[in-house]
Antibody
Framework: QVQLVESGGGVVQPGRSLRLSCAAS????????MHWVRQAPGKGLEWVAL????????YYADSVKGRFTISRDNSQNTVYLLMNSLRAEDTALYYC????????WGQGTLVTVSS | EIVLTQSPGTLSLSPGERATLSCRAS???????LGWYQQKPGQAPRLLIY???SRATGIPDRFSGSGSGTDFTLTISRLEPEDFAVYYC?????????FGQGTKLEIK
């Protein structure tokens, strides 16, 4: 069965960096685009970033462009989100999701940006 | 960027009633790229409808989607207790893949 397991969240100070990981299993990872979506506490869903199946194309929400970098390692069935220059408004539960429409989601990893 | 506006913000209904949720896009979009998700507290969202009207795997037939252009609707024909949740529409025709702000369906 398809599984997506996020990790790497935690408490970080403003301006610092964090790298999230999403380990995939149960499907041919290298043939699917992958996304990151976040949800601030008590708020709605916000799409963050997309990476194509082979890693050649990447797209970002304006709110994270220039600060966040999405990448993938198809040999490890893992997608990453490197988050630099973190701000308080980046505090959220970060989900990885498979392709569009988002047919499978992980359980999320919580990122808290606070001094 | 396509902005999706969902209405109402909160819908209070009783089990057995019919629910109608609306999603309006700021510009016309292909129905191929409109989806609906359900999210319960403490859980990840679940895909209900894709392509505006196709049910995802395992979704009961009391859920149906319709619409075209800028106006889309999610209908739950007869509410079950497990249907009370937050519902989001999303367009995935291209970046940015925007979501509506959500409709909370609560028990009356």
């Amino acid at each position: 069965q398809v599984q997506l397991v996020e990790s790497g969240g935690g408490v970080v100070q403003p301006g610092r960096s964090l790298r999230l990981s999403c380990a995939a299993s149960g499907f041919i990872f290298s043939t699917y685009a992958m996304h990151w979506v976040r949800q601030a506490p008590g708020k709605g869903l916000e799409w963050v970033a997309l990476i194509s199946y082979d890693g050649t194309n990447k797209y970002y929400a304006d709110s994270v462009k220039g600060r966040f970098t999405i990448s993938r390692d198809n040999s490890q069935n893992t997608v990453y989100l490197l988050m630099n220059s973190l701000r308080a408004e980046d505090t959220a539960l970060y989900y990885c999701a498979r392709t569009v429409p988002f047919d499978y989601w992980g359980q999320g990893t919580l990122v808290t940006v606070s001094s | 960027e396509i902005v999706l506006t969902q209405s109402p913000g909160t819908l209070s209904l009783s089990p057995g009633e019919r629910a109608t949720l609306s999603c309006r896009a700021s510009q016309s979009l292909s129905s191929t790229y409109l989806g609906w998700y359900q999210q319960k507290p403490g859980q990840a969202p679940r895909l209900l409808i894709y392509g505006a009207s196709s049910r995802a795997t395992g979704i009961p037939d009391r859920f149906s989607g319709s619409g075209s252009g800028t106006d889309f609707t999610l209908t739950i024909s007869r509410l079950e207790p497990e249907d009370f949740a937050v519902y989001y529409c999303q367009q995935y025709g291209g970046s940015p893949y925007t979501f509506g702000q959500g409709t909370k369906l609560e028990i009356k």
